[in-house]
Structure formats: structure tokens, C-alpha cells
């Protein structure tokens, strides 16, 4: 059993980012031969209102995400993580991974306000609570970047 209040998490995520303003349709994804449709789905969506079962089908699209739309949309992984971490499984784990990588990770959490980073460490003090250690090399190269980020 956890001891973070995971309702009480998902409350203040929704909160911090309320008033994220969504990338352009462009700024989606990276350019690449074919995005699986991720353009597509995300093009005139919030962050707000996506399942895991959705997310988990478009598993792509943290990969080609740019910054910016990698940064929007990070809510929406978080909470479905929380809610529903069996059905998102490899997708919530894709999203440390590619927030550790030190070619990606600075310049998605750099878009991240001091809140929205916070919010980032508590998601994955959760992450360590429910898989031991599996995740902590991931989440030491990220906690390192949102110290960056907070200095």
C-alpha cells in the first residue's frame, strides 16, 4: 500500500497544469515518415480526458512527441499512470525513460514550471513506493534534471 494520497496527487496535477496552453497541431510531433497517428488524435486536444486504455493504444507517441507537446501532455500520462498503471504499463515506464534520457529529458522538464516539477517528483516517489527499485536509475537522472531546473 502506498502512502502518497493518490487522489489527492491527481487533484493537484489537474490543477498545475489547468492553464497549459496546447501546442499548435504542427508542433505535435516531430517530423517523421509516419507518427501512427498521433497528430491526428492529439490535434485540438487537452491534456484532460484521455484513458490509459488511449494512451496505452497510441504507445508512439511519447516517442515522437516534440518538447513541447511532450511537456503538455505529461498530465494526461501521469494520471492515467496513477489510475490505471496495469493498463498503461510499458507506456508510464517509456515516460521516465524518456524524461532520464539526457538528450531529451533537460528540455522537456525545462518547460515545466517549479510546481508542474514537484508534482513530477511525487508521481515517481509513487512509482518507487508501488516497484521497489526497478525505475531508480530513471528516476535519479530525472530528479537530477528538475534540480537543474529549480536552481
Given at each position: 500500500?502506498?502512502?502518497?494520497?493518490?487522489?489527492?496527487?491527481?487533484?493537484?496535477?489537474?490543477?498545475?497544469w489547468?492553464?497549459?496552453?496546447?501546442?499548435?497541431?504542427?508542433?505535435?510531433?516531430v517530423?517523421?515518415?509516419?507518427?501512427?497517428?498521433?497528430?491526428?488524435?492529439?490535434?485540438?486536444?487537452?491534456?484532460?480526458?484521455?484513458?490509459?486504455?488511449?494512451?496505452r493504444?497510441?504507445?508512439?507517441a511519447?516517442?515522437?512527441?516534440?518538447?513541447?507537446?511532450?511537456?503538455?501532455?505529461?498530465?494526461?500520462?501521469?494520471?492515467?499512470?496513477?489510475?490505471?498503471?496495469?493498463?498503461?504499463?510499458?507506456?508510464?515506464?517509456?515516460?521516465?525513460?524518456?524524461?532520464?534520457?539526457?538528450?531529451?529529458?533537460?528540455?522537456?522538464?525545462?518547460?515545466?514550471?517549479?510546481?508542474?516539477?514537484?508534482?513530477?517528483?511525487?508521481?515517481?516517489e509513487?512509482?518507487?513506493?508501488?516497484?521497489?527499485?526497478?525505475?531508480?536509475?530513471y528516476?535519479?537522472?530525472?530528479?537530477s534534471?528538475?534540480?537543474?531546473?529549480?536552481?
Amino acid at each position: 500500500m502506498t502512502t502518497i494520497d493518490q487522489a489527492e496527487l491527481i487533484a493537484r496535477i489537474r490543477r498545475a497544469w489547468a492553464g497549459a496552453t496546447p501546442p499548435n497541431a504542427s508542433a505535435i510531433s516531430v517530423p517523421t515518415n509516419d507518427d501512427e497517428g498521433v497528430s491526428a488524435y492529439f490535434a485540438g486536444q487537452t491534456w484532460e480526458g484521455h484513458s490509459a486504455s488511449t494512451l496505452r493504444k497510441l504507445d508512439f507517441a511519447t516517442s515522437v512527441f516534440t518538447d513541447e507537446a511532450f511537456a503538455y501532455y505529461l498530465p494526461a500520462y501521469l494520471i492515467a499512470a496513477i489510475e490505471d498503471p496495469d493498463t498503461l504499463d510499458v507506456v508510464a515506464d517509456f515516460i521516465l525513460y524518456s524524461l532520464a534520457r539526457p538528450e531529451r529529458g533537460p528540455a522537456i522538464v525545462a518547460r515545466l514550471d517549479a510546481t508542474q516539477c514537484s508534482l513530477l517528483c511525487e508521481y515517481m516517489e509513487l512509482v518507487q513506493e508501488r516497484e521497489e527499485d526497478l525505475m531508480d536509475d530513471y528516476i535519479l537522472a530525472i530528479e537530477s534534471f528538475v534540480a537543474c531546473r529549480r536552481a
